[in-house]
């Protein structure tokens, strides 16, 4: 293989749905081979883009959830300061935690904004959602 096509693989390698050069080659060799016995181009390329796709989509959910995971402990941390510092009595607080699961379930069920915004705040909000607005 000439050394500028080696260099091209290997930094192209983190933009591939590959994390070295041999699953690059693999996944190359494969892809021609794809090509070369499919009746149609298209069918194949799809499966591919549907491959890749899935990949980027699993290498996204591992972001979020490792966002989500350092948004909850900030929010641990802004919780325990709020409460040491307003020196909450348990019973208020637990109230205050069996309405905000009540808040998040109904959000959790698939409910409407609407209904949501009407359960939270007791009515029209003045909120529009983005079907409303006009927004996509």
Known sequence: MPQDGYRDILDNLGNAASSTFNSFMTNAAR?????????????YLSKTLLSII????????????????????ELNILQRILVSHFDIPDEVYAELRRKARAEVAVSRKGAQIESVQA????GDTGWQSSSQNGAI
């Not at 892809?31 to 069918?43: N, P, S, V």
């Open 119 to 122: 359960q939270m705040f007791g």
């Open 31 to 43: 892809f021609y081979l794809g090509y070369i016995k499919a009746r149609e181009t298209e069918d």
């Open 54 to 73: 899935s990949a980027r989509q699993e290498r996204s959910d591992k972001a979020t959830v490792s966002v989500l995971y350092a948004l909850a402990v």
